[in-house]
């Protein structure tokens, strides 16, 4: 095990960084901070503007934000989390938390990893098998946290490259203590631990794997018994009861609770650090889509386009997608999950696409619909519909506020009854339920966060307050029925934004994405000039 000696771990390395690169001349003897593999102030500073707007300029004058754990979030906000956590529990609480593990698509061929969201959020750390264990107590700090993470090895990193290892967790990520990931350690700390325990708060899996015991039908499932274990180990415990020991350490308690729902809560609201990165996604995203306009033509591939918004997004330092985005051209456009987008665009269409990035943790969500003319013109009955759904976007957006109150659920309502006026005066004739079961099948929102679909344990009947972001996006796919007027048959189309909720005002964190169609026009005829 390894402890922080000094002050804590976080003072130290905020001390270090901060003397390093904020300005003031090296001191010497300061203990500079391990790479632990993840990007840092100190080992990528130019991951680390202090304004993002300036982006890749941060080395040549913008600054270096030294205080900085991922870009744009401060080590003392993940700190703050934490408190903000274990304040929350009540006397007597252990935390569990298992980090993401590594996926394959298929036998030893691994996915890029992405750190599970939770842990994320309480540690920064985006490292692979990795484990949180804080229990509440009455030091300064509140609490005591013990991070476990895979040693340092110089044979792996040899091949992997730099790793956290148990020095990284304490000097960097703020751990009291530090242990091996290995499963007989951590069934040792949680024995000690849950002993004097009141409460428990984890989540337990709502999937089995091998070789645990199905938990809702307590048996070992045909999936389960065929689904490969994962090769990194960390689950692979070398004795089946090791690892049932440990589940039933976790799961025989009377008061465990749900670790998701606090977490959801404090997700909820995001803080100015969380807006600013957001913000910055969403304006990534709209570039980019703002490419794709500019690029649209007869006879380009779906995939073309997708290949050109993710291009766009990668050069600005995205990390990665968000979702599997959606680029339907024509009829495609009236399946509101096409993905395959392996069609080529027609004349006089729509191209409809749902995609946004992942920019620093955090996730952008914009939907568009563009004309695919050449002369980069909606027809009529394009137009029509795509300002219906323009007008309920806005009308929506405009109650997006705390002083206003509204729920997720009310601003739904609100949109379908919208719809339902603008359709009549469009010539629908819309017999009971058709526009909710057909025309309008989806709902209007979505929390928006680090996840896509944000802390889904938050109801949609809970007020809107500052600090909260969610999607709004009203669509329209209206099929080939002579119940429907003819000129708007085979029509498909979305327009989503990412909205901040403020006192008296929304934040639309998507807003670089042209939308009036105007705008649209111009970018998509080659009239607008480019930017960037
Ligand atoms: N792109 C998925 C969604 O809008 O929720
Ligand atoms: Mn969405
Ligand atoms: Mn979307």
Redesign the pocket.
């Known amino acids: 095990m390894l402890r922080a000696s000094q002050g804590t771990a976080l003072h130290r390395t905020l001390k270090a960084t901060a003397r390093q690169f904020g300005g003031a001349a090296c001191v010497r003897g300061v203990h500079t901070p391990p790479a632990v593999g993840q990007p840092l102030p100190h080992t990528h500073p130019h991951l680390f503007p202090i304004d993002f707007t300036r982006g890749w300029q941060a080395e040549l004058g913008g600054g270096v934000a030294t205080d900085h754990l991922t870009p744009g979030i401060p080590a003392a906000e993940y700190e703050q989390r934490r408190r903000n956590l274990m304040d929350r529990l009540p006397t007597g609480s252990v935390v569990v938390l298992m980090g993401g593990r590594i996926k394959y698509m298929s036998r030893n061929i691994f996915y890029k990893f992405r750190q599970e969201s939770n842990f994320w959020y309480l540690t920064g750390l985006e490292e692979p098998d990795a484990a949180l264990v804080m229990v509440k107590n009455s030091s300064r700090r509140g609490y005591a946290m013990t991070l476990f993470v895979a040693p340092r090895q110089a044979s792996k990193e040899l091949w992997d490259g730099p790793t956290c290892g148990l020095d990284g967790a304490v000097e960097v990520f703020g751990a009291d203590h530090a242990e091996p990931n290995d499963p007989s350690v951590l069934l040792h700390v949680l024995k000690k631990t849950l002993a004097s325990a009141e409460h428990l708060y984890v989540d337990m899996p709502t999937q089995a794997t091998v070789p645990r015991l199905s938990q809702r039908t307590q048996r070992f499932s045909l999936h389960d018994f065929l689904a490969p274990p994962s090769p990194t180990g960390f689950d692979l415990f070398a004795r089946k009861t090791d690892f049932d020991n440990v589940v039933r350490l976790l799961s025989d308690r009377r008061n465990t609770h749900s670790l998701e729902c606090e977490m959801d809560v404090l997700r909820s609201r995001k803080s100015a650090n969380e807006l600013r990165v957001m913000r910055h996604a969403g304006a990534i995203s709209g570039a980019a889509m703002t490419e794709v306009m500019r690029v649209v033509r007869p006879q380009l591939a779906e995939s073309e386009a997708q290949a050109v918004f993710e291009y766009e997004c990668a050069r600005r330092g995205a990390a990665r997608q968000a979702y599997v985005p959606v680029f339907a051209s024509g009829r495609n456009a009236l399946m509101i999950h096409y993905v395959r987008n392996d069609c080529l665009i027609g004349d006089q269409q729509v191209l409809s696409v749902d995609a946004g990035c992942e920019f620093a943790g955090y996730a952008s969500?914009i939907t568009r619909t563009m004309p695919t003319a050449a002369d980069g013109r909606f027809t009529p009955a394009q137009r029509d519909i795509y300002e219906v759904l323009l007008r309920v976007l806005k009308g929506c957006t405009a109650l997006a506020t705390e002083h206003q109150g509204y729920s997720l659920s009310e601003l739904h309502r609100r949109s379908v009854e919208m719809l339902n006026s603008e359709l009549r005066a469009l010539g629908f004739s819309l017999s009971y339920g058709v526009l909710e079961r057909t025309l309008y099948p989806h709902y209007l929102s979505?929390w928006l966060g680090i996840d896509?679909h944000d802390t889904s344990t938050v109801e949609r009947s809970t007020r809107v307050k500052e600090g909260m972001v969610f999607?709004i996006?009203p669509g329209l796919y209206i099929p080939d029925d002579p119940a429907f007027p003819k000129e708007y048959r085979g029509i498909g189309m979305r327009v989503?934004d990412d909205v901040a909720v403020g006192a008296t005002e929304p934040y639309v964190l998507s807003a670089d994405a042209p939308k009036e169609v105007v705008d649209i026009e111009a970018v998509c005829s080659g009239r607008l000039p480019r930017f960037v």
């Open positions: 969500d979505h896509l999607t996006e989503e």
